[in-house]
């Protein structure tokens, strides 16, 4: 039963990791400027901040491929997690600020003079990061339960977090909630007292990113090849014969709901220092569906997919926003339609397609070798 | 009263349920012994699926009783809490699991622990491996364990469906049409398998095929709008003047 990945997925996951992990931040240390070989420091800010798309994409499909369950704000969690690291960097600015003010800006804009009392231990990097996946679970943890107590299923489970998205959007918006308003955070200047305009902590961000990307990946691997997997994936396919088999269906699908949003919310840590940015227009609910266009493209159900897809699209909207500023969202749409109707196992799927077509497009040459259908529905999966 | 209750494995009293105006069960009594295999049979709408679906807790009864074995309340528990006590349900369509292996199947049906940090941690043991296979032995695909579900024939998936509910080790097994979809072969063989659970585990088939009911039944309830019409051997309830008026009879004119 433990289907361990075969020896190709294993080369290619192999290769990936020594790209991301070695060459890339090689080719940007240690390579003089200029070279053909030099991989630019804005090009390794941007690569980090497709990853952290990707473990978003990662924590989207664990829901959506993995269990059936369509979430439509999954950028809520990401963007609480990087909210909680903002309010970390924002302190970290000092009296740096345009101010000059021990507090930050848009305190001293809304006409405070001492820092709020929630605010003070977020000069804590430690409770930052407590708080980046504590808030993000617990808001998963209470939401998923009501949910999955009611039994919501389907597109009203999907409609519920996207409206819980655009509930929290909104309230960010306030500026009564001392975060910022609607221009949240930035102007950031330290992490763990290094600069972070420089390009070595750009750097460790980056390696960093890629590492937690890299653990999430296996961890899911390791989930999917568990027995709980199995109940997941029974769930997608079966809820009902899973209820009568005697399994709390609802329980599973709370664990996996909060497991997915504090991947999301490193996701979200990550970015935050990388992207130097903030604010509540990252949960409003197109991110969510953007995110959701990701592990469509890239392939749901697999864990490489999400990836594939979060940096695939990631790299075509940073390409046509500078050639096509305002054909981008046409092109997302139009992507998101032929996916769906054509490949319906995305990128990931597209070779086996291809395969099939060949095999249907050449008549004369001799019937492949019968096939046992386990091994061809593997390759679906 | 209390003193005959505790024979049965199964017993409702009183049971109604309507929905939205429409009484699918009216005041049913039904009561089954430990071991026996019992056939229920009834036209389109006659209230068969509904009765399962109020034993194994997906809806609950308007009024009247539902209890199992010695004194248990089904109508307050839900569908999960109710199979761990030992009813296990098969569906009319199939329902397997199409993208696991039939090993799978059977392995998230086995007897045991289903909470989910547990489920972290499991790894399958040798004792496992020799139930699921004695399991799939039982059904008739020992030779299929490694393929995955969805790519079996609708009998097959059906008798893995079967196999899934013995390996959860029930005392009480409900099967709604087993047979349905099959060809007479497979018919016969599902019936043979049915039999040889008898006495093993109290078993109720529902069923529509008359030639699979005599081939299996020991005892027949015959439904009607929502109640027991009849009960008895097969030739009983095929002589019973009710039941040729609301079932059979109106078989027999469509076959001339």
Known sequence: ?381 | MSARRKEFVLMLEGVSKTFSGFKAISNLNFYMDEGELRVIIGPNGAGKSTMLDLITGRTRPDTGKIEYGRDTDLTRLNEYQINRLGIGRKFQTPSVYIYHTVFENVLLSLKGSRGVFPSLFHRTTEEERSRIDAVLTTVGLADRAGWKAGALSHGQKQWLEIGMLIAQEPKLLLVDEPAAGMSDEETHKTGELLLSLEGKHSIVVIEHDMTFVRQIARKVTVLHQGSILCEGTVDQVQNDERVIEVYLGRKKKQEH
């Open chain 1, 1 to 381: 039963m433990r289907r361990t990945s075969t020896p190709p997925e294993k080369w290619r996951d192999a290769i990936v990791v020594v790209v991301l992990l070695a060459v890339l931040p090689c080719l940007n240390a240690f390579t003089p400027e200029g070279s053909f070989l030099h991989v630019s420091n804005f090009s390794i800010n941007l690569y980090g901040k497709y990853l952290c798309y990707a473990i978003l994409a990662i924590s989207v499909d664990l829901l959506w491929g993995y269990t059936g369950l369509l979430s439509l704000g999954q950028a809520l969690f990401f963007t609480l997690g990087g909210y909680m690291m903002g309010m970390y960097l924002m302190r970290m600015i000092g009296n740096l600020g345009q101010y000059h003010q021990p507090i930050p800006d848009f305190l001293v804009f809304l006409g405070w003079s001492n820092l709020p009392a929630f605010w003070r231990p977020f000069s804590s990097f430690a409770f930052a990061v407590m708080m980046a996946f504590l808030l993000p679970g617990l808001l998963a943890t209470s939401f998923g339960y009501l949910a999955f107590r009611s039994r919501i299923r389907g597109v009203y489970f999907s409609i519920l977090t996207q409206a819980l998205t655009y509930a929290a959007c909104l309230l960010f918006f306030r500026n009564s909630l001392l975060l910022g308003g609607n221009n949240g955070f930035t102007d950031f200047k330290f992490i763990l007292g290094y600069d972070l305009r420089a390009p070595a902590t750009q750097r460790v961000l980056y390696l960093a990113t890629a590492s937690a990307l890299a653990l999430v990946y296996l961890g899911c691997r390791w989930l999917s090849h568990s027995k709980f997997g199995l109940v997941q994936q029974a769930i997608r396919d079966s809820e009902n014969r899973v209820l009568f088999s005697g399994y709390a269906a609802g329980n599973y699908k709370l664990f996996v709901f909060v497991v997915a949003s504090a991947i999301a919310a490193l996701g979200g840590i990550l970015y935050v220092p990388q992207v130097g940015i903030i604010n509540p227009s990252e949960m409003a609910p197109d991110k969510s569906l953007e995110a959701v266009v990701w592990v469509a493209v890239g392939g749901r159900g697999t864990l490489f997919g999400p990836i594939l897809g979060a940096v695939g699209v990631n790299a075509l909207k940073s390409w046509t926003t500078r050639a096509y500023p305002d054909m981008w969202l046409l092109i997302l749409g139009v992507l998101f339609i032929f996916v769906t109707v054509f490949m319906p196992k995305g990128m990931i799927g597209l070779p086996g397609q291809l395969r099939d077509l060949k095999r249907r497009f050449r008549p004369a040459a001799p019937p492949p070798p019968e096939v046992e259908p386990a091994a061809e529905l593997s390759k679906i999966k």
